[in-house]
């Protein structure tokens, strides 16, 4: 999978890309991150990319021809599935849009900044909206780090096989349900004790008690999630 993201503070994602999982991905030539500076594509030579807004008020919108020209350039060397811009009035991100993305071959993400992107941007060659929450921040190089994330472990090959079948809010039984409890050594901590059903090594009891963690969990804290 090919993810392009075009930012104004391009310095703000390579960290991320840099470590963990998201760097073995690239290692394994399973994910290819490229990130753009907007400014590459400035409308002067002072690497202007934003204007103030018609209609008068605070804050700047970032400027439709340089983010055009960069999605034109791109366009031109490959097809891409979706053209996606952060933003907090999109469809909030949540597991089954990390899978569906998981599942594209190429994606752009643009990452507004100041008041947002011009709207003709959006209207014009944004495929699809997203929103990490209902809160507002300062760009979107968060959001796309974040979506980045979650749409690279499920790729085939990034994880252990199985490891991400169990996770919260994957579909189980026609059911999206929170994570049964971990635990690891030792077996007793500070007079704690391990649950012995998981001790025992009978793979049956072992599944049954997980599944009653995850729907109590589930029926605590999102109680919603079994509503649906
Ligand atoms: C200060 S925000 C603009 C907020 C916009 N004026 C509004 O009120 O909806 C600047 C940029 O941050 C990104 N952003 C902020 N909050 C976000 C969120 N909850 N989800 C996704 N992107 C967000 C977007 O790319 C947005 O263009």
Known sequence: ??????????????????????KRAQEKKLLEVQI???????????????????GGGAGMVMMCQPLAKVIEQLSAERKYDEVIYLTPDGEMLDQKIANTLSLKENIIMICGHYKGIDERIREHFVTKEISIGDFVLTGGEIPAMLITDAVTR???????????EDESFSERDGQSLLEYPHYTKPRIYENHEVPQVLLNGDHKKIAEWRKEQAIKITKKVRPDLLNH
């Open 154 to 164: 499920l790729l085939p090959g990034v994880i252990t096989e199985g490891a991400t």
């Open 36 to 54: 753009h500076n907007l400014r590459q594509w400035a409308v002067n030579e002072y690497g202007q990319v934003d204007d103030y807004q018609y």
């Open 1 to 22: 999978m090919r993810i392009d993201i075009i930012s104004v503070l391009p310095e703000l994602l390579q960290s991320p890309m840099q470590h963990s999982i998201m």
